[in-house]
């Protein structure tokens, strides 16, 4: 097991850490205290608000278009042509437009800094001055970059939910099953497909995690995270690879119509936690084994 343990005089003076502050003792207080610090730090860097920022803007820019064309028909994403008819139809059609792309490059991005950014920035070994530890950081690390996920699906919903409201008129909608359903009863829906495309984001999250831990250079991280995304989707849609199709964590990513039936269907949903849990286990694992492995140099 390396020493984490800093050398004298390696720290200057204004970074050092304070010996005589008082720490909390308990592990789970820690813990909180840690993972606390990595949200705030995450969501207050530039670069996150902007990734936040480009995807508010694609349901903005979708329902503008929609708007200033006035024509619902032609090509473009399902649901797409209801978008005129009910403003609630710009969340769903913007949750379609930025899970391939734009909802993995963000979590890459994300992802792939995790470990690799504290390596590269020279913060790595103050961060694993005991208390705080590997493990802890790795989890801590992780949960920050879940709760990304979480809040980059809501921001689409949420922000398409609202210039939806704006631009078009709102009202109870048909669903796939051509039940029709209340307001309400729909936002609770667009809620449980946030959730869905967040957990379909949670092995995407595990993988960057990894490639973090074997490197110092973030942006290679990243590019890694990101391309696999992208492999994965092109392996996905080759039928003379279908054998494959069912392994890969891109899989159900799409699969969320039994939420938008009636009676409401969680056979989707259950695959795709599944799927998601092995690539956490299996890359969470790998992550563990090669950062509790590593020596830290910065």
């Known amino acids: 097991m390396p020493n984490d343990t800093v050398p004298a005089g390696t720290w200057p003076n204004d970074t050092a850490p304070n010996k005589t502050a008082s720490r909390p003792t308990g592990g789970s207080s820690l813990g909180l205290a840690l993972l606390g610090s990595e949200v705030r730090t995450l969501f207050r860097r530039v670069r996150t608000i902007a ?32 978008i ?7 969340s769903l059609t913007a949750l379609v437009v930025a899970i391939p792309l734009f909802l993995p490059l963000t979590v890459g991005v994300v992802a792939g800094d995790t470990i690799a950014g504290e390596a ?13 530890g590997r493990v802890r950081l790795l989890v801590v690390k992780y949960l920050a970059t879940a709760l990304f996920c979480l809040t980059a699906t809501l921001v689409v919903v ?6 939806g409201a704006i631009l078009f008129p709102v009202g109870p909608v048909t669903l796939l099953s051509g039940q029709t359903v209340s307001f309400g009863e729909y936002v609770l829906r667009l809620l449980l ?13 595990a993988i960057g995690l ?9 942006v290679g991280a990243m590019a890694a995270t990101i391309v696999l995304s992208t492999v994965a989707q092109i392996l996905g849609s080759l039928p003379q690879l279908e054998f494959l199709h069912p392994w890969l964590f891109t899989d159900h990513w799409l699969e969320f119509g039994d939420l ?7 056979g989707s949903f259950g695959d795709n936690a599944l799927l998601q849990a092995g690539y956490l286990v299996v890359f969470g694992f790998l992550a563990w084994g090669r950062f509790s492995t590593k020596d830290i140099l910065s």
């Open 51 to 82: 990734m936040l920022g480009a995807l508010a803007a694609i349901p903005i820019l979708l329902a503008i278009a929609v708007r200033v064309t006035s024509d619902g028909g032609g090509g473009g994403p399902a649901f797409l042509g209801d």
């Open 84 to 90: 005129t008819q009910n403003g609630l139809f710009v």
């Open 120 to 132: 590269g920035a020279g913060t790595l070994r103050y961060l694993l001055v005991a208390p705080a």
């Open 158 to 163: 949420v922000v398409g939910g609202i210039i």
């Open 193 to 205: 497909l946030a959730l869905y495309v967040t957990v379909s984001l949670l092995g995407l999250s």
């Open 210 to 218: 990894f490639i973090s831990t074997l490197t110092s250079v973030p």
């Open 260 to 266: 938008l039936r009636t009676p409401l269907s969680w």
